[in-house]
């Protein structure tokens, strides 16, 4: 178990090194992750590699023993490297370059890029190959933050059509595929194939579609080369990639960017600059969750926080123990090494006002004896947290699907994220355990299985999908269910659900987009209220379990339940408000006889086990007032585990 702090030894003197490592060995920590951001003190021009500040503090922290998680610098290139060579830089949508400063600011697609990478990490990994010092190497830093994950330079261009030429057997491939004589769009050549830019009305679905694969497809390649090269120098590294939150909001698909990775890290910030509160615990969880889904293990935190954040606007102070409790929250998601950001607020630079374990002054206050009395306490857990989570419910996630609501939301309403976790919260609040997985992964495993807005049908998942509930699985899927194929177009003579039609027990007949969250009721069991879009269903084999209440369309379904084979398929052909959506997962659950855990508002209480199968709980309070769960008392903002 890995516990410590991030640590930035080249924007200090370094005559604080020493009081500073026995500082972080006072918090109980054992681990110091260092070097993600100073690759102009480790190549002060090019090809002069200069390793003896980090040298030295290894040598310091080795002998008072404690471990070094090492970044490659690639997120912060030099400004003799953006000046010598600016075709690196990436450039926004209306053609203009980003600014060297900031971080990130390089382009994935830039093989010149790749090539001075290669010759940095090259460098560091052979000066550090016999270092034992160092536990892990973490590449890059939060791929694809803050929007460094797209860019429309003449670079990205010309390799988006190498792209699709490799794709595609030919150009009339292509337009075959993508309908281009729609609006007259045929091309000659794949030379005349635009990036999506600014137009008049939109660009092509299909050709957005690949633009959306080819800006993962860059970012994946990126990472893969960090990691194979890491692993060619010192075949025995570990390696892991710290990433951001967002990940379903970005440009890239996270579970194959973190494939060839041995560990999988996560900058866990339930605030941020600006927010007047942090992101509610269901929000939080999904992420975590989501996080652990990626390679479906479990995960490090590297970058937790204990102050208020932000570069240029700050926002909500995490109140006395309230980010000490968000700590807890993560290990019982699945984190089992955890870091945090940073040692130190600094004094320089753009985060200034990203609140450490220590402020400015450099005095031990608050958040310092939270963090010590944090690591004195969860370092007597390490089995447990090394224990894989067990769950008999998942959610499917879909990069695909997430990018072709980004294409066309269809809705002003429509949020793949937030659908994701509308329906991870009943779920949640119930304190029943439920993954968040990829649609590649296995998911045979699970008892109910929930496929939000999955709106790309591809054969295998589908294939996987019928064996599952034929088998005896439950499956959950919501509105706007495969309706596109692969290349983001429409099945022609098929009904909707594509291919799904005979699993459901029913076809959608029509379908209307609302603008409000709330505006259409439904009659069954319950009277139920319902918004965002909605689809008419025609049933076939399925039971009608909810319709819609208005006179035009009283007799189509909205919401169904099928057998199939010895499993069930549920369909939900609208967007039920929140408390509607609890009833009818209660409904589901009650189906299959799991049960959850009653607790107050804003209390989580999560179960684990360790590798003995010796029981434990987190309880963990969100929340400013005492509560009462399972006759325990838990103060204000308290987590505390049972077992």
Not at 91 to 111: I, L
Not at 230 to 259: E, N, Q, R, T, W
Not at 592 to 608: H, Y
Request: proline share 4%; with cysteine.
């Amino acid at each position: 178990m890995y516990l410590g702090v991030d640590y930035y030894p080249e924007q200090w003197d370094m005559s604080m090194v020493d009081l500073d490592l026995d500082t972080i060995i006072e918090l109980g920590a054992n681990t110091i992750r260092i070097g993600e951001f100073a690759w102009c003190r480790m190549e002060v021009v090019e090809g002069k590699f200069d390793f003896s500040l980090f040298d030295k503090v290894i040598e310091k922290a080795k002998a008072k023993k404690l471990n070094v998680i090492f970044g490659t610098p690639t997120a912060t290139l030099p400004a003799w490297l953006a000046t010598k060579h600016p075709e690196i830089i990436s450039e926004f949508e209306n053609g203009t370059k980003r600014s060297f400063g900031g971080r990130r600011n390089y382009c994935f697609s830039s093989e010149l890029y790749v090539e001075y990478s290669r010759k940095i990490i090259s460098a560091l990994l052979t000066h550090y190959k016999e270092e034992t010092a160092i536990v892990a190497w973490q590449t890059d830093n939060e791929f694809g933050h803050e929007g460094s994950d797209i860019c429309y330079c003449e670079t990205c261009k010309a390799e988006f059509q190498k792209f699709l030429k490799y794709k595609y057997a030919d150009i009339i491939e292509l337009n075959e595929t993508y309908g281009t004589i729609f609006w007259s769009q045929e091309y000659n050549d794949f030379s005349q194939i635009p990036l999506p830019t600014a137009t008049i009305a939109t660009h092509n679905p299909s050709l957005r579609m690949d633009w959306e694969l080819f800006r993962s497809k860059v970012v994946e390649d990126y990472s893969k080369f960090q990691v194979d090269l890491i692993k060619d120098i010192i075949p025995s590294a570990v390696v892991l990639h710290d990433f951001s939150g967002g990940g379903l909001a970005k440009h890239f698909d996270f579970a194959k960017a973190a494939a060839p990775l041995d560990i999988v890290a996560y900058n866990n910030y339930p605030v941020w600059g600006g927010q007047k509160e942090p992101v509610p615990p269901h929000d939080i969880a999904f992420n975590l969750s989501f996080v652990r889904g990626l390679k479906q293990q479990n995960f490090m935190i590297t970058e937790a926080i204990m102050g208020a954040q932000g570069h240029d606007i700050t926002g909500y102070l995490p109140r006395p123990n309230q980010a000490k409790m968000w700590s807890y929250q993560g290990m019982a998601y699945g984190c089992n090494s955890l870091l945090y950001f940073r040692y130190r607020s600094a004094t320089k630079g753009a985060e200034q006002f990203c609140y450490g374990i220590l402020d400015a002054d450099n005095v031990k206050r608050r958040k310092f004896f939270e963090v010590q009395s944090f690591f004195k306490d969860i370092c007597n857990y390490k089995d447990m947290l090394d224990t894989p989570i067990e769950n008999d419910v998942c959610i499917v996630t879909d990069y695909a699907s997430m990018a072709a609501f980004r294409i066309q939301q269809q809705s002003i309403l429509i949020d793949y994220d937030g659908e994701c976790k509308k329906m991870y919260k009943p779920f949640h609040d119930k304190n029943i355990g439920v993954d968040v997985v990829p649609s590649e992964a296995d998911f045979a495993k699970y008892k109910l299985v929930i496929v939000p807005l999955m709106i790309v049908w591809n054969e295998d998942f589908q294939a996987r999908a019928k064996q599952f509930v034929q088998g005896g699985g439950h499956m959950l899927f919501t509105y706007r269910t495969a309706v596109k194929d692969v290349h983001n177009n429409v099945t022609f003579g098929k009904l909707l659900p594509t291919n799904f039609d005979d699993l459901i027990g029913g076809f959608v007949f029509e379908t209307e987009s609302l603008q409000e969250l709330d505006c259409i009721p439904l009659k069954g069991e319950n009277e139920f209220r319902a918004g965002v879009f909605r689809e008419f269903i025609e049933t076939t084999t399925a039971k009608t379990l909810y319709t819609y209440d208005d006179k035009f369309y009283e007799t189509y379904s909205a919401i169904t339940e099928n057998e199939y084979g010895s499993g069930v398929a549920y369909y939900l052909g609208t967007s039920l408000v929140p408390n509607d959506l609890d009833t009818f997962v209660d409904y589901v659950l009650g189906k299959l006889g799991i049960k959850g855990t009653a607790s107050p508002d804003g209390v989580e209480c999560v179960r684990r086990v360790d590798s003995k199968g010796k029981e434990y709980t987190f309880y963990i309070n969100h929340t400013d007032e005492v509560q009462h769960v399972d006759g325990e008392r838990l103060e204000a903002y308290e987590a505390k585990i049972i077992g």
